[in-house]
């Protein structure tokens, strides 16, 4: 009973501080598209660009657009279904169910801020040309909540510190150099980039919340027995 009541609070502590954060990131999207049409925003994104820009040569280009494919839909589902398909196998058919819905729900309201906001993509020097609009960046959006729903699970079920580390460091790179690719190649401004892992990680943390709301609600049935 006494363990019950620890579970329970620390999980009501998670979802509180989990929360919190949540409304902060989206206070940080919001003002980045509050102010993307504005001269503040749009001189230090043209700056941004054009610096990274100057470091371009046929060698790095190559390698950035490897790095963009690693943030696509093509290439981000066709492992969350190997990793969905390996949670139901390993009976972890919750957390399937879950990431399955993440994804699907994120790649959605991607495309339904992008229809909203509309803001035309970098007309400047593109390498590569995209159909949609540009706020926010789906490349950041999407592989945020992959790579770090990933970590997440390596954390959650292997309970190996080593390990759980050595992911979110590789996450943390590996996002990092999607959104820098998205601005070399020319198809976003770094506000976009910016955006999109804000709403990435809002959305990263309303699933994780919602897990632990199921969590939650288990440990309180135990305590009312």
């Known amino acids: 009973m006494e363990r019950s009541l620890k579970v329970f609070l620390i999980i009501l502590g998670e979802i509180g501080v989990g929360l919190t954060v949540c409304l902060i990131s989206l206070k940080v999207f919001n003002e980045l598209r509050r102010g993307i049409f504005g001269n503040e925003i749009t001189y230090i994104d043209e700056t941004l660009s054009w610096l990274i820009y100057s470091f ?36 972890h058919k919750t957390s399937a169910l879950l990431f399955a819905l993440s994804l699907t ?57 080593y390990l ?11 996002v990092s150099l999607i959104g820098l690719s998205r601005v070399y190649l020319g198809v976003h401004y770094p506000s976009d980039v910016v955006a999109g892992y804000s709403a990435g990680f809002a959305w990263l943390l309303v699933t994780l919340m919602i897990q632990k709301t199921l969590y939650f609600y288990r440990v309180f049935k135990t305590l009312k027995k």
């Open 56 to 91: 371009r040569n046929p060698v790095l280009t190559e390698i950035m657009k490897i790095i963009t494919f690693f943030g696509s839909g093509l290439w981000l589902g066709g492992w969350a279904f190997l990793a969905i398909i390996f949670l139901i196998i390993k009976k």
């Open 105 to 161: 729900v994120c790649a959605g309201l991607n495309l339904g801020l992008k229809r909203f906001i509309d803001r035309p993509r970098p007309s400047f020097a593109p390498i590569i040309v995209e159909k949609t609009t540009s706020f926010p960046s789906g490349h950041a959006m999407n592989s945020f909540v992959f790579y770090f729903t990933l970590a997440y699970f390596v954390y959650h079920f292997t309970k190996n510190q």
């Open 164 to 174: 759980s580390t050595k992911y979110l460091a590789i996450a943390i790179i590996v």
